[in-house]
């Protein structure tokens, strides 16, 4: 399984501190093992209309510990590319990504 960052949330990885940037590495390990849907067994959870966007298509893995959600999308080899990284206490993350897909 192949994981790759946009350059968007390459720079939402970097602007992180480096105990979160640890803990959101160690997210993407698990990730990796399966990034499908929890409904075809793996570790994401598929986004649909989230804060009144369209992310039909994309996943997120919770890391509540944290308070970060980590969003990605598969292409048609399962490789996993990281749209966004951000807090979960409020929604603004979701903007961001369809900012980004866009």
Do not use: C, W
Request: proline share 3%; charged share 25%.
């Amino acid at each position: 399984m192949n994981a790759s960052f946009s350059l968007d949330a390459l720079m939402d990885f970097a602007n992180l501190p480096k105990s979160q940037q640890k803990v959101i590495t160690r997210m993407i390990g698990r990730l990796m093992e399966n990034p499908q849907s929890k409904a075809k067994g793996g570790y994401g959870i598929p986004l649909g209309n989230k804060g009144g966007n369209d992310l039909a298509g994309l996943l997120e893995g919770k890391l509540r510990g944290a308070g970060l959600r980590i969003i990605y999308k598969l292409d048609d080899h399962e490789a996993m590319e990281i749209i966004a990284i951000g807090a979960r206490e409020d929604e603004e993350i979701y903007g961001i990504a369809a900012r980004r897909i866009s």
